[in-house]
């Protein structure tokens, strides 16, 4: 056999050879393709989350369903019902839907929001946002909060976690109650 034939046929044979590795081993190109960031890396059904402090509930955070994204510091609430204590004093919510942003330390809520305070104060509002550095809940939407036939509206408003200290904001008016007959 000439020197020529066996280069060609030596070529022939490593070409076959990295052809059949290279189908051999070939990853579809969607398995490659990364996951974007808001999917989800886990979702389960009924969740219960909570902070406590010297053996006392400072928080809980309880959600029908939840979705946990990759990069695992958001968390996707739906039915929320939380609340948060101080001492004898408990503020509740439920809202239709939330977000948990560990990164931040904020979970905000959405979706019909309606609060109560064991001393009979009620909110509604279109969102609440919680900070939990600051322990302050906050909302930047309007709002009415009703305790003792008195009415406080506003744009939006800072206060303590369970509701004593309302700063309003923001077209800001306290008022009697309407008493309808």
């Given at each position: 056999?000439?020197?020529?034939?066996?280069?060609?046929?030596?070529?022939?044979?490593?070409?076959?050879?990295?052809?059949?590795?290279?189908?051999?081993?070939?990853?579809?190109?969607?398995?490659?393709?990364?996951?974007?960031?808001?999917?989800?890396?886990?979702?389960?059904?009924?969740?219960?989350?909570?902070e406590e402090k010297d053996g006392k509930t400072l928080w809980r955070i309880k959600a029908d369903h939840v979705r946990i994204e990759s990069n695992k510091n958001i968390i996707h609430l739906t039915g929320v019902k939380a609340f948060w204590a101080d001492g004898d004093n408990e503020f509740r919510i439920t809202a239709k839907k939330g977000i948990y942003n560990k990164?931040?330390?904020?979970?905000?809520?959405?979706?019909?929001?309606?609060?109560?305070?064991?001393?009979?104060?009620?909110?509604?509002?279109?969102?609440?946002?919680?900070?939990?550095?600051?322990?302050?809940?906050?909302?930047?939407?309007?709002?009415?909060?009703?305790?003792?036939?008195?009415?406080?509206?506003?744009?939006?408003?800072?206060?303590?976690?369970?509701?004593?200290?309302?700063?309003?904001?923001?077209?800001?008016?306290?008022?009697?109650?309407?008493?309808?007959?």
């Amino acid at each position: 056999m000439q020197k020529g034939n066996k280069i060609a046929i030596i070529f022939l044979v490593f070409v076959a050879i990295a052809v059949g590795l290279y189908l051999l081993f070939e990853t579809p190109a969607d398995v490659m393709t990364p996951l974007s960031e808001a999917e989800a890396a886990m979702e389960f059904d009924n969740s219960d989350m909570s902070e406590e402090k010297d053996g006392k509930t400072l928080w809980r955070i309880k959600a029908d369903h939840v979705r946990i994204e990759s990069n695992k510091n958001i968390i996707h609430l739906t039915g929320v019902k939380a609340f948060w204590a101080d001492g004898d004093n408990e503020f509740r919510i439920t809202a239709k839907k939330g977000i948990y942003n560990k990164k931040k330390q904020t979970v905000y809520v959405e979706g019909n929001v309606v609060g109560k305070t064991r001393d009979g104060l009620v909110l509604h509002s279109k969102n609440l946002t919680y900070n939990l550095k600051t322990q302050i809940l906050s909302t930047d939407k309007f709002f009415t909060a009703e305790k003792d036939n008195r009415v406080l509206t506003g744009n939006s408003f800072t206060a303590d976690r369970v509701m004593r200290i309302i700063t309003a904001k923001g077209n800001a008016k306290l008022a009697d109650k309407e008493v309808k007959q």
